[in-house]
């Protein structure tokens, strides 16, 4: 029956850990379609006397980049720099602390 149980919670996990991955991967497309679309649409029809690669331009991108940056970074970077049985093997280490 345990062995079950861990099955079950090892899917749980799994299905978040997909969850969290899946909506970085919507946040890059989005990401990458919003801002070909402004820099498209800026290139089609320029404003009169203005410099195409202004701050205004890039800016979005720019900051909207770091933040995707960020997203991507919380959602690999754990499990790059502490393992995959990290997180398991400090709640072992904490309950057997406790007893």
Same mark, same amino acid.
């Given at each position: 029956?345990?062995? %079950? !149980?861990?099955?079950?919670? !090892? *899917?749980?996990? @799994?299905? %978040? !850990?997909? =969850? =969290?991955? #899946? +909506?970085? *991967? ?13 820099? @498209? $649409? ?6 009169? +006397? ?8 890039? $800016? ?6 770091? /933040?995707? @940056?960020?997203?991507?970074? $919380? ?7 502490? /393992? #995959?049985?990290?997180?398991? %093997? #400090?709640? #072992?280490?904490?309950?057997? %602390?406790? !007893?």
């Amino acid at each position: 029956m345990e062995n %079950k !149980r861990e099955q079950d919670i !090892r *899917y749980r996990e @799994a299905e %978040k !850990r997909m =969850k =969290k991955i #899946k +909506g970085f *991967y919507i946040h890059a497309i989005v990401y990458f379609f919003v801002n070909i679309f402004i820099i @498209a $649409s800026q290139a089609i029809d320029p404003d009169p +006397g203005e410099v195409f690669w202004d701050w205004d331009l890039i $800016s979005l991108p720019f900051f909207w980049g770091i /933040g995707l @940056a960020a997203h991507g970074l $919380s959602v690999f970077l754990p499990t790059f720099i502490l /393992g #995959k049985d990290w997180e398991e %093997k #400090k709640i #072992k280490e904490l309950m057997d %602390k406790n !007893r």
